[in-house]
């Protein structure tokens, strides 16, 4: 069954844009009066000046890897990030943990996690999917590079970034 969705019916002004084209030149004509009466800034000085102080608290930023207070990778390689990743910008290949590696509970950990911010999409999904707590997402909105290979962030860029996070890792955790 179709459903017929009805256009509204435009008057001559809105289908020459006037009215949009009013409320543009009502915001210019405010920010002109602002400053040529020092009625307060209207521009941030980039880079100089940065939203750092000013971000809210649910701002999703760079995704990143954390270690745990040991320095122990909390990534087990489950790929569930790389899965649920919409534009697929998370790439992993995991390898087994040596039998006789002191840490070994788990059977993997990544041997490459590359996560292509060129692509990424800031959605948060790959720190909600991660069941070992391994993947954070930095408040930073600053992320450069001069072609398309510095864009992707490897597994010791992500360490990098994303430090130590202190808690419950639950893969060393010897009740679960």
């Known amino acids: 069954m179709a459903i017929v969705v009805n256009r509204p019916k435009l ?5 020459c844009y006037l009215p ?48 745990d207070e040991n320095g122990r990778e909390k990534c087990v390689s489950c790929q569930l990030c790389e899965f649920i990743c919409p534009p697929r910008a998370i790439t992993i290949k995991p390898m087994e943990i040596p039998e006789n590696d002191k840490w070994r509970k788990v059977e993997k950990r990544p041997e490459e996690f590359d996560i292509d911010m060129a ?9 909600e999917v ?29 360490y990098k970034l994303g430090g130590v996070m202190k808690g419950l890792t639950f893969k060393w955790n010897e009740l679960k």
Not at 25 to 41: D, M, Q
Not at 134 to 142: G, V
Request: charged letters at 25%; hydrophobic letters at 40%; proline letters at 4%.
């Open 119 to 127: 692509r990424c999409i800031y959605c948060g999904l790959c720190e």
């Open 20 to 67: 949009a084209i009013f409320a543009g030149l009502a915001i210019t004509w405010k920010h002109l009066k602002r400053a040529l009466f020092n009625k307060g800034i209207v521009t941030m000085q980039y880079p100089e000046e940065k939203w750092d102080a000013n971000l809210p608290d649910w701002y999703r930023g760079a995704p990143t890897l954390v270690v």
């Open 130 to 158: 991660c069941p070992e707590e391994a993947i954070f997402l930095r408040k930073d909105y600053s992320i450069t590079g001069l072609n398309r290979a510095e864009m992707v962030h490897d597994k010791k860029t992500l």
């Open 11 to 15: 008057t001559f002004a809105e289908k």
